[in-house]
């Protein structure tokens, strides 16, 4: 017969408890995409109305993955700021620029790509899509190509 003594009850919990751990904690972001947050947070505005307390949310999806931590907020300040025409205007939803410069190294070639794209009549939702970063893996190589 097998007994329970503290001792395993303790051994059980403990790795029961890095288990769930594991599986709940958030995603810690990267030093670039922390300093990142930090060049955004209380300095650029989201909206039209000077707010610049953003939702933590927000912030997460624009730095995601950059690796020049002011160019994601450098990309969504020029784009709010009627720098970017999107067809007839130069207004934009503040989610349209959070998709379009999320995780962006270079805010000016994320720009330009997405104007380029406009200019050749492609729909701006479709140019998003087109220019926001794409990464893909090479596991036999251990590269990876930005396209």
Known sequence: ????????????????????????SPVIANEHELDCAKHIQDK???????????????INKLCQGTTKPKEPGECFNKVMTGHVKWGDSDKWQWENAIRLCA???????????FQNRVHADTSWQEAILQCQLKVSSDKKNNTVKME
Request: glycine letters at 6%.
């Open 44 to 58: 650029i505005t989201w909206d039209s109305n000077g707010h610049t307390q953003w939702e933590q949310t927000n």
């Open 103 to 113: 995780g962006t190294s270079d805010s000016d070639q994320t720009i330009t790509c």
């Open 1 to 24: 017969m097998y007994t329970i003594n503290k001792k395993n009850a303790l051994k059980t919990i403990s790795v029961l408890g890095l288990v769930a751990a594991a599986y709940t």
